[in-house]
């Protein structure tokens, strides 16, 4: 599982270890947001209506799922238990709040968490992608400081600084020789300290 805070940099990370490891099987979440310009629905998300997804959670068709922001995130069960029956290694790329749900139905799986280098790093960002008002911006900013709060929960981390690197760590941890990127290092602490202040 690959979590992190709204502009870290995840999904461009998560689209370039699936290059580096097709092996991998890639967990295409459901959501309740509108597709962005390049975003296909089947490809990057399954895109539903809110009743469709409450519906789906009603049913417990979810391995995980949570609100944020204004829109609804989830993992499909069938799809990942599916996945994993058949032997492969399964990609789930989500929030906090998913993650802490799986790590309790799947306690074997590994999780990951990306941090931007800096605050000012995180904002620029999220004004790259000129898609969200300046409002949404600082919403985003301020709920990103909180989800950062959760760092501590995952096994390894990863600063995506650099994003070649960032990309190798990844890597090596899906690889299993990520010892270096446990979570527990102290320039780990050293940096979350200067993100949360």
Same mark, same amino acid.
């Given at each position: 599982?690959?979590? &992190?805070?709204? %502009?870290? %940099? $995840? =999904?461009? #990370?998560?689209?370039? /270890? ?5 092996? #991998? $099987? ?5 959501? =309740?947001?509108?597709? +962005? ?53 399964? /990609? *789930? ?25 800096? +605050?000012?790093?995180l904002e620029q960002r999220l004004r790259a992608r000129a898609?969200? !008002? ?6 985003? *900013? ?23 690197r960032a990309t190798a760590d990844l890597e090596a941890i &899906? !690889? %299993?020789? %990520?010892?270096? /990127?446990?979570?527990? +290092?102290?320039?780990? +602490? ?8």
């Amino acid at each position: 599982m690959i979590a &992190a805070p709204s %502009g870290a %940099g $995840k =999904t461009s #990370l998560v689209h370039a /270890l699936m290059k580096r490891m097709p092996q #991998l $099987k890639f967990s295409i979440s459901y959501t =309740t947001r509108r597709p +962005r310009e390049n975003e296909r629905n089947g490809q990057d998300y399954f895109f539903v209506e809110r009743a469709v997804f409450d519906r789906m959670v009603a049913n417990g068709e979810f391995l995980e799922y949570a609100q944020v922001f204004d829109n609804c995130y989830g993992t499909s069960r069938a799809q990942v238990e599916e996945m994993l029956a058949n032997g492969h290694n399964v /990609l *789930l790329e989500i929030d906090w709040q998913g993650a802490r749900q799986v790590r309790s139905a799947l306690p074997e799986c590994r999780t990951i968490f990306i941090l931007p280098p800096s +605050r000012e790093a995180l904002e620029q960002r999220l004004r790259a992608r000129a898609t969200d !008002s300046d409002e949404v911006i600082a919403r985003r *900013l301020r709920d990103s400081i909180s989800d950062m709060s959760h760092w501590h929960e995952f096994d390894y981390v990863v600063v995506n600084d650099d994003f070649e690197r960032a990309t190798a760590d990844l890597e090596a941890i &899906a !690889s %299993g020789a %990520g010892e270096h /990127l446990k979570a527990d +290092r102290p320039e780990v +602490r050293d940096l979350v300290s200067k993100l949360l202040s």
